[in-house]
């Protein structure tokens, strides 16, 4: 059975880092790019970041540049979401997707649940 897991969030305070997790089973992860998104209440789902499935190519959300870094640990099967200097408007759900190809690019065909950032003092 396919599965996404993200894990890994918490409350933090501002300008606290955090690393989630995206552990994939029922498939080999290192097949396909992955990608991160994050949806705050009220708010619409926003592409956070994206990882090529060799690690070589990355994306980030504006919003996001200079203070997340995506990487991946294929033999793990794992994707990770490493967040520093952390603002209260990163508070959302994070979820880990699944992309259709190797690369950031074309559709996302798999979902995971999520996990839940809460920046705030």
Known sequence: QLQLVASGGESVQPGGSLRLSCTASGFTLDDYAIGWFRQAPGKERQGVSCISSSGVSTNYADSVKGRFSISRDNAKNTVYLQMSSL???????????????????????????????TVSS
């Open 87 to 117: 603002k209260p408007e990163d508070t959302a759900v994070y979820y880990c997707a699944k992309r259709l190809t190797r690369l950031c690019v074309g559709p996302y065909t798999y979902w995971g649940q999520g996990t839940q950032v």
